[in-house]
T-cell receptor, first 113, second 114 residues
């Protein structure tokens, strides 16, 4: 059974600081997703990472994937208040059921002025 | 349409009643997914439809849950004899087939079973 572990689950940071959210998973996969969810809203796709070593960046967020270590990171650079949200990683297993995403529990990020 | 549309946005029902939740995916998206989000369990996969293939129903938690997709477009998730533990946000998503592409999620149906 695929397990996905995110940490930290809660992150409070000041504007202008940098931080990293980690996503570990337990079985082979070559596709990993990062989503953002604002309170009371649905999930917004941030990044799709499909291969080992993949790195994607958008604005102050950068995501990377290391399939050998079964680890993805979401790095936040010079945080701003607008980044406050819950961030989820989701992993699809290798093989025929790779559409069946397993989500981490989410990281609640609060960026304080 | 512009995005994945779900209805109703909120549903309050009494224990034991049946409910139907509707999802209208993005036009042209052949893959459709239902997920459930609850405080205790996080986000859980329920069911997956891809084109005309048989759906993967392996995530449905009990035989009280069923889903269909008509004409390769609109999907309905039905929960019979609702229980309090069914209370959750039911999210629908669609994607352009399956090739590792993005899933686009709807805004969900908040189901409350009293």
């Amino acid at each position: 059974e695929l397990k996905v572990e995110q940490n930290p689950l809660f992150l409070s940071m000041q504007e202008g600081k940098n931080y990293t959210i980690y996503c570990n998973y337990s079985t082979t996969s070559d596709r990993l997703y990062w989503y953002r969810q604002d309170p009371g809203k649905s999930l917004e796709s941030l990044f799709v990472l499909l291969s080992n070593g993949a790195v994607k960046q958008e604005g102050r967020l950068m995501a990377s994937l290391d399939t050998k270590a079964r680890l993805s990171t979401l790095h936040i650079t010079a945080a701003v208040h607008d980044l406050s949200a819950t961030y989820f990683c989701a992993v699809g297993p290798s093989g025929g059921s790779n559409y069946k995403l397993t989500f981490g529990k989410g990281t609640l990020l609060t960026v304080n002025p | 349409g512009a995005g994945v549309s779900q209805s109703p946005s909120n549903k309050v029902t009494e224990k034991g009643k049946d409910v139907e939740l509707r999802c209208d995916p993005i036009s042209g998206h052949t893959a459709l997914y239902w997920y459930r989000q609850s405080l205790g369990q996080g986000l859980e996969f329920l069911i997956y439809f891809q084109g005309n293939s048989a759906p993967d129903k392996s995530g449905l938690p009990s035989d009280r849950f069923s889903a269909e997709r008509t004409g390769g477009s609109v999907s309905t998730l039905t929960i019979q004899r609702t229980q309090q533990e069914d209370s959750a946000v039911y999210l629908c998503a669609s994607s352009l087939g399956w090739g590792g592409g993005k899933l686009f999620f709807g805004s969900g149906t908040q189901l409350s079973v009293l």
